[in-house]
């Protein structure tokens, strides 16, 4: 396996667990939320919540590191 497949591979897998990560959090779910229009006061995240949005964090540095790293490899050989 080439280091080429490998990092084509990270960042497929990380951008589709960053999309599902994404799709699971609970804020702003209302439709109004969209505009603006929300009523909520802003809580700190707890549980769950906040274990799901330091994975979607991670996956996002994951998902843009490894696409750095899949630009400038190939410059270097």
């Known amino acids: 396996m080439s280091i080429d497949s490998i ?8 951008a589709v667990l960053m999309i599902l ?3 699971l959090q609970q ?17 700190t995240r707890r549980g769950l919540d906040k274990n799901l949005f330091e994975v979607t ?3 996002a ?7 750095l790293v899949g630009l ?3 410059n270097l050989k």
């Open 57 to 59: 964090i991670f996956l």
């Open 27 to 43: 804020r702003g779910a209302s439709l109004g939320a969209g505009f603006g229009g929300s009523s909520e006061l802003y809580t």
């Open 61 to 67: 540095i994951t998902f843009v590191l490894s696409i």
């Open 7 to 14: 990092l084509q591979t990270i960042t497929i897998g990380s």
């Open 72 to 74: 400038v490899l190939p």
């Open 21 to 23: 990560a994404i799709l």
